[in-house]
Structures are given as structure tokens and as C-alpha cells.
């Protein structure tokens, strides 16, 4: 459960994912992540957390670099997408980071936005993908962001507390992305 000021959210961590579920679990149990900040937010897109600097950052101090000294393999799922709610890894940008492996800290939930399938079938030409029927819908009626589908690994879901990546999302923020008041997380094992 990730607990903030905002509400809490219920994380359930897919099996399909091992190695990204594995090492989130084991940071859950050591309390790696209580007191970080969810620092970089941008409304109809995602809410990232997981920096350890950001556990001690001054305010307006630019985050999002920070991690532990390895990475993750990717692991993508067809089955698994960036729907509202998903849990996925960050990770660097692709030319720093071929093989697209993840950060072992960060993290981030999408919030995203609906699309159309006019929106959807010009982002298959532009990617050069194409987005399953059952992920459309789920694109079109819940919200998503399919752009990001098969670049980073899906890991897990918010099954509790939709709603509070909606307000996290939503509060002001600078030229950074950073929320200007602090948003910090706590995150705890509800088995």
C-alpha cells in the first residue's frame, strides 16, 4: 500500500514480472521508499517516485537521477500495458540504455488520458506498432498511455485509490515537474 497525504493506493505486483516485482518487494521490506518523494508529476500522463535523493532534497532541487547501483532487466508482457493505474519502471532514455533496463528505485503510475481510435491508429503508424483490440478499449473508455507500451516494464496495478493519482497528478508544480509543496510516500506490505 503506498500511503500519502493525497489518500492511499493499493498496488497489486504481477507475477508475470518477477524480477521487477522481486526487487520491489525486497525495497518495500527494507523501507527504501518511506519518506521519498513522488517528484516529477505531469497531469494526464503519470505520477515518479522512487529517487532516493529526493529523500532529503531542497526545495526546487531537481530530482530524478538519483538510484541504487544496478538496474533490471527489462521485462516486457504483451499482456501487460499502460493502462490508468499501471505500475512501471523508469529507466534511462534509450540511447543511454539500449536494452531499455529499468531503474532499480524509480517508479511511476500512470494516470494518462483517453484516446481515440482515430489518436490510437495514428500512433501505430507513428510507432510503427500496432495496439491489441482489447488494450483499445481499455485506452478508450479508462485511459492509458499506449505510447509507452513495450518500451518500459509494466510491473503491477493500482487496484485501490484511482482516484488519488488523479489528485496527485493535479497539484502545481514547477518547471521540473516537481510538485512545489512535498508529496512523500510511504509504502507498506498488506500481506
Do not use: C, W
Not at 89 to 114: C, H, L, M, W
Not at 133 to 138: A, F, G, K, Y
Not at 142 to 169: C, H, Q, R, W
Amino acid at each position: 500500500m503506498v500511503t500519502t497525504a493525497y489518500g492511499s493506493m493499493v498496488l497489486t505486483l504481477y507475477n508475470k514480472t518477477p524480477l521487477h516485482r522481486d526487487n520491489f518487494v525486497s525495497l518495500v521490506k527494507k523501507h527504501f521508499f518511506d519518506s521519498l518523494l513522488f517528484h516529477r508529476v505531469i497531469k494526464d500522463f503519470m505520477i515518479q517516485g522512487g529517487d532516493p535523493e529526493s529523500r532529503h532534497a531542497k526545495q526546487g532541487q531537481q530530482l530524478g537521477e538519483g538510484s541504487l547501483k544496478y538496474t533490471i532487466p527489462a521485462e516486457f508482457d504483451t499482456a501487460l500495458f499502460h493502462k490508468k493505474g499501471a505500475v512501471a519502471a523508469a529507466r534511462e532514455v534509450d540511447a543511454d540504455n539500449p536494452q531499455k533496463r529499468s531503474s532499480s528505485t524509480q517508479f511511476y503510475i500512470v494516470e494518462g488520458k483517453t484516446f481515440t481510435d482515430a489518436e490510437m491508429d495514428n500512433m501505430e503508424d507513428k510507432l510503427k506498432t500496432k495496439i491489441p483490440e482489447n488494450h483499445r478499449r481499455v485506452y478508450r473508455t479508462i485511459g492509458g498511455t499506449p505510447f509507452l507500451d513495450m518500451n518500459y516494464t509494466v510491473f503491477g496495478e493500482v487496484t485501490s485509490g484511482l482516484d488519488v493519482i488523479d489528485k496527485i497528478a493535479s497539484v502545481p508544480k514547477d518547471d521540473n515537474d516537481r510538485p512545489l509543496q512535498n508529496i512523500p510516500m510511504k509504502i507498506t506490505m498488506l500481506k
